[in-house]
């Protein structure tokens, strides 16, 4: 199906393990955000690339990593989970990043920390 | 950027009109407008975006001020699957934002049916 999608969409883990989340998107957009959202913080931006084998740090990026290797692609990965990680991930799309583009957001993944 | 206004929180009757308001008092004259929206458990939602003209599509319009400095989100049949947080953005021309997407505190539209 056509559409952005995040796996899994649930995961509970333990401080200090490896975590990876996955987003897909099928509209081979340049462009590809993570966000997160916590309570009394609105959504905040992780990392973003504007395509293949380029991306960048956006405001809270400290504690993750990302890659990625195909347009289509951009996983997320928590090298060594702290429990303030805990929190809902979004993943994004755009077509660029004109004023007049809008992001397309999967359903999210919801993420503890224990 | 520049910051958006909205409440924290509006109701509505399911099959009225509902008018939502964003104060954006220091808008500059090349950020456009968007709303987006966000359902229960779900990420957010893109709704309608503008510069200057009203603006319609079919989920919704939206109506900008002639000064620019507020603008409103109507739903004009509002259904229960409308119940959600609406946020209100400002996107500026480019320069650092590099396509952020700031997320105010948006409202919380409630529908009754």
């Known amino acids: 199906d056509a559409g952005i999608t995040q796996s899994p969409r649930y995961k509970i883990t333990e401080t200090g393990r490896q975590v990876t989340l996955m987003c897909h998107q099928t509209?081979?957009?340049?462009?590809m955000f993570w966000y997160r959202q916590d309570l009394g913080h609105g959504l905040r931006l992780i990392y973003y690339?504007?395509?293949?084998?380029?991306?960048d740090k956006g405001e809270v990026p400290d504690g993750y990593v990302v890659s990625r290797s195909k347009t289509e692609n951009f996983p997320l990965t928590l090298e060594s989970a702290t429990r303030s990680q805990t929190s809902v991930y979004f993943c994004?799309?755009?077509?660029?990043?004109?004023?007049?583009?809008?992001?397309?957001f999967g359903p999210g993944t919801r993420l503890t920390v224990l | 950027d520049a910051k958006t206004t909205q409440p924290n929180s509006m109701e509505s009757n399911e099959e009225e009109p509902v008018h939502l308001p964003c104060n954006h008092s220091?808008?500059?004259?090349?950020?456009?407008i968007h709303w987006y929206r966000q359902l229960p458990s779900q990420g957010p939602e893109y709704v309608i975006h503008?510069?200057?003209s009203n603006v319609n599509n079919r989920m919704a319009s939206l109506a900008i001020a002639e000064d620019r400095k507020s603008s409103t989100l109507i739903l004009h049949r509002a259904t229960l699957r409308d119940a959600a947080v609406y946020y209100c953005i400002l996107r500026d021309a480019g320069g650092t934002s590099y396509g952020k997407l700031t997320f105010g505190q948006g409202t919380i539209l409630t529908v009754h049916p």
């Open positions: 690339s504007a395509a293949a084998d380029i991306t």
């Open positions: 503008g510069l200057t």
């Open positions: 220091t808008i500059s004259g090349t950020d456009y």
């Open positions: 509209w081979s957009h340049s462009y």
């Open positions: 994004a799309s755009s077509e660029g990043l004109a004023s007049y583009n809008e992001q397309f």
